[in-house]
């Protein structure tokens, strides 16, 4: 069995939020789907809110405190993303947009993610195809077609109304057929990754070092072999 990893991001403000539970109607949906396609899934849902100062500090001294470290590398790590805003004036908020802000720009290339966002007005609907959608295009991510909005109107006692539900399980849908056709994630890059081969640098090509590690002699074959030293 297949194990997939969702981070689940809510920037809504209010609480209880309106965006938070659409959040949690779309990682239903989307878990749902992953189990039928036989996946474990483990779900990781962020309030973002709890992390606002942090983000704040992350982008005035260019550092995330730890707890915003543990949270930005559990949504670079996971298998996909479901990204969840309040329509702020027009456009997504501004916790939303800083939190995006502060991941490094390289780290959701090519990663699913499923936009959706909660408004008081079903007017401001294309917010997510005129702001949200072209931020997750900027950063290189595969957005799914079905991006959710939900507006007052789309709610009845605190669960999907009608065709609320069916445009959540299209679009989880969407993303469960994205992440399923790509291998598990391996996690969040490593920051402190080796990618110098020190050995060729100081002209040592013919050192041996186990194979496998950074400055192992290069593969017959590879780009290295062969080239003379310095
Ligand atoms: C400062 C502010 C600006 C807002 N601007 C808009 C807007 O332009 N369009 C809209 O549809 N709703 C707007 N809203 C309403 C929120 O998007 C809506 O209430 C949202 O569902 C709140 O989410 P929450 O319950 O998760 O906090 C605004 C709300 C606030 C507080």
């Known amino acids: 069995m297949t194990r ?3 981070a689940v991001i809510s920037a809504g403000l209010s609480q209880p939020s309106s965006t938070r539970l659409l959040a949690d109607q779309l990682a239903e949906a989307t878990r ?15 309030d973002l809110r709890e992390y606002a100062h942090d983000v704040v500090n992350n982008l005035l001294t260019g550092f995330a405190p730890a707890a915003l470290r543990e949270v930005l590398d559990s949504v670079t790590g996971a298998d996909g993303i479901i990204a ?17 802000d502060v991941l490094d720009a390289e780290s959701l290339i090519d990663r699913p993610v ?3 966002a909660t408004g008081g007005t079903a007017r401001h609907s294309l917010a997510l195809e005129h702001a949200v959608r072209p931020m997750f295009s900027y950063l290189r991510a ?4 079905t991006a959710v909005f939900a507006a007052p109107e789309d709610w ?18 969407e993303l469960a057929d994205q992440i399923d056709r790509r291998l598990p994630a391996t996690g969040p890059a490593d920051p402190f990754a080796l990618t110098t081969d020190f050995l060729q640098m100081l002209g040592r090509d013919d050192v041996p070092v186990t194979p496998g590690r950074t400055g192992a002699p290069p593969a017959p074959g590879s780009a290295r072999a062969g080239s003379p030293p310095g």
């Open 32 to 46: 749902d789907e992953l189990v039928r396609r036989g996946a474990e899934v483990e779900l990781r849902v962020v």
């Open 142 to 145: 595969v957005v799914v077609p």
């Open 114 to 116: 499923l936009i959706a």
């Open 84 to 100: 969840v805003t309040p329509i702020f004036s027009a456009s997504y908020n501004g916790l939303f947009k800083s939190f995006f």
């Open 156 to 173: 009845s006692g605190g669960t999907a109304d009608g065709a609320l539900r069916g445009r959540i399980r299209r679009a989880a849908g």
């Open 4 to 6: 997939r990893t969702l």
